[in-house]
């Protein structure tokens, strides 16, 4: 197992443009998690998964935000209708119940 | 609202120096700390867990925690310039909603100089 995947690395879209991430987590990993960093900040948790079961979005997630994980296996993250204000590092993780997370590579995401 | 506070950066030590990093939390009922390193441009990467009271070693890391004061710390010894990174201090509540969710200081960042 390599660890937590995610794709694509980069994405630079324009303005009003719908994008979507993907992460696989790690394969005995039931937990997944979504955060975003932005420059000089820790990463901010944005909504969680156990198995297939969406357990806790956060507040300051707009309904523009929507994320899935089919069968408890990979998840997707997708935001309609970019704005500048979503450039951000999209980072996923995933752990075994409530045991240390593990973070993929991040989606550095760069709206013009 | 969950906090968690650390030192404010940059901290600069020389090469073989011992370099320490803390991190204050404003929910007593914490129950997992943790240490992450972050490069510049990567993503975090778990290095220290610690989850009772008293220290931890790990090799050159050592992780303290504090329940009653709220505070845990990382001792990186024996400071190397690959040592120079963001360090991130984050916590989880083990229990309703937020089970698992980790909650994010802004980060230390450390140079270690030649």
């Given at each position: 197992d390599t660890g937590v995947s995610q794709n694509p690395r980069h994405k630079i879209t324009k303005r009003g443009q719908n994008v979507t991430f993907r992460c696989d987590p790690i394969s005995e990993h039931n937990r997944l998690y979504w955060y975003r960093q932005t420059l000089g900040q820790g990463p901010e948790f944005l909504t969680y998964f156990q198995n297939e079961a969406q357990l806790e979005k956060s507040r300051l997630l707009s309904d523009r935000f929507s994320a899935e994980r089919?069968?408890?296996s990979f998840s997707t993250l997708e935001i309609q209708r970019t704005e500048q204000g979503d450039s951000a590092m999209y980072l996923c993780a995933s752990s075994f119940r409530v045991a240390e997370a593990f973070f993929g590579q991040g989606t550095r995401l760069t709206v013009v | 609202q969950k906090e968690v506070e650390q030192n404010s950066g940059p901290l600069s030590v020389p090469e073989g120096a011992i370099a320490s990093l803390n991190c204050t939390y404003s929910d007593r009922g914490s129950q997992s700390f943790f240490w992450y390193r972050q490069y510049s441009g990567k993503s975090p990467e778990l290095i220290m867990s610690i989850y009772s009271n008293g220290d931890k070693e790990d090799g050159r890391f050592t992780a303290q925690l504090n329940k009653a004061s709220q505070y845990v710390s990382l001792l990186i010894r024996d400071s190397q310039p690959s040592d120079?990174?963001?360090?991130?201090?984050?916590v989880t509540t083990d229990r309703g909603s937020t089970l698992g969710r980790l909650y994010f200081?802004?980060?230390?960042?450390?140079?270690?100089?030649?």
């Open positions: 089919p069968k408890g | 120079s990174a963001t360090y991130l201090c984050a200081g802004r980060g230390t960042q450390l140079t270690v100089w030649p």
